[in-house]
Structures are given as structure tokens and as C-alpha cells.
């Protein structure tokens, strides 16, 4: 149980952290709010809403392994190398791919 509990407790600082710092995550997590009631309402069975909301934590999921990256590559020094860019790209490239992945779902299901 202890082990839980700080495990936990982690994860939400966290969530506390990204919330505070990352403005993209903040928009994501209001996207979430408002278009995941929508998604349990339109789908019509139990699928269709599993993949309308799973595809919207996907991108919450993404967005936080991308700014820990980012947060990352700032840890290692603030000159700007090749290889640092690259990693900071391709993450934010995965964020873009995760929100395609909500407009393709959506729009499957919904069209």
C-alpha cells in the first residue's frame, strides 16, 4: 500500500505540474472536459464511446510524455544542438499525430 500511495501521489504532482506549465496540456485538458460528456453521448454503444474518449486521453497521455521530454532536453543545457531539436520535434510531432487520431476517430464514428 505504501508503495501505491507515493506512486499516486507522484503521478498527480505531476498532473499539478504540467497543469501550471504547459499551456498546451491545459487547453488538451479543457478539450477533454468538454468533448468527452459529447462522446459518451453520441456513441452508441459501448465501443463507439470507448474510442470517442480513449482517442482524448491519448492525447492528454502524449502531451505529458512530451512536455517530460521537453523538461528533459532543458535539463541537459539550454544550447541548442541537433539532436536536442530532433527529440523535441518528434514529440511534439506525436501530439500532432494524437490529435489527427481524435479527428479520424471522431469523424468515423460520427460520419
Known sequence: MPRLYHATRYSLMGL???????AAFRQE???????APVGCWLGDNGTERALL???LLLV???ELLNSGLEAA???IGPEIH???KQTK???SAAVFVSLLGVAVTW???LI
Request: avoid cysteine.
Open 16 to 22: 499539478a505540474s504540467a497543469w501550471r506549465t504547459e
Open 29 to 35: 485538458v479543457i478539450l477533454f472536459v468538454i468533448l
Open 53 to 55: 474518449v480513449g482517442s
Open 60 to 62: 492528454l497521455i502524449v
Open 73 to 75: 532536453i532543458d535539463r
Open 82 to 84: 541537433p539532436l536536442s
Open 89 to 91: 520535434d518528434v514529440a
Open 107 to 109: 469523424a468515423l464514428i
